[in-house]
């Protein structure tokens, strides 16, 4: 009877415990979509194609600095490419997961017309940035909690630049453009 009781036991308790075991990270793929077209690349899809590494340092809209960090990602211009390129007139809406949206035209993905500063906060013009889907920080992974496992940033060929932080968005789940 003491037997019958201790395996009963031991098997709600297995049973339970195989039931909050995580087998891992959730899937995540980005859709990218243009009119009827839309394709879906995995993270694995992203590392498979060229990438960016570059410097990447932003300041939140409340003045808090991350960075600076090294950050490696696919240009932004890339992507487009994959929606057949950016026209002059066109745009790419880049959403996150959480509802967040940030959109940007053909100038802004190559780099231009964006606010960038050194690091005393003095605002740098003419400086360059290289959108792209980045996925990893300092060599590593980007974690979720640093908006992984894709997120739209700004990196620099050069040390030191600070680009805003309301750029940088979280969760990438989808890219459209609009023509």
């Not at 620099?156 to 989808?174: M, P």
Request: with cysteine; aromatic share 8%.
């Amino acid at each position: 009877m003491v037997q019958v009781s201790i395996i009963s036991i031991l098997l709600i308790i297995s049973t339970f415990l195989i039931g909050c075991v995580e087998s891992g990270p959730p899937e995540w793929n980005l859709t990218l979509a243009s009119g009827e077209q839309e394709e879906h690349l995995t993270l694995a899809d992203l590392q498979s194609m060229p990438s960016f590494t570059g410097n990447g340092y932003l300041i939140s809209t409340v003045g808090i600095r991350y960075g600076p960090f090294t950050g490696k990602g696919v240009r932004i211009t890339d992507i487009a490419s994959r929606l057949g390129g950016l026209g002059e007139t066109d745009r790419l809406y880049i959403y996150g997961s959480d509802g967040y949206l940030w959109v940007i035209d053909s100038i802004q993905a190559c780099g231009q017309e964006y606010i960038t500063f050194d690091t005393d906060l003095k605002e740098l013009h003419n400086k360059t940035v290289i959108p792209v889907l980045m996925y990893e920080s300092d060599g590593k992974i980007l974690t979720q909690e640093d908006g992984g496992p894709v997120r739209f940033a700004l990196l620099t060929e050069e040390e030191g630049i600070i680009t805003e932080g309301s750029a940088w968005v979280k969760w990438i789940s989808r890219i459209e453009m609009h023509r």
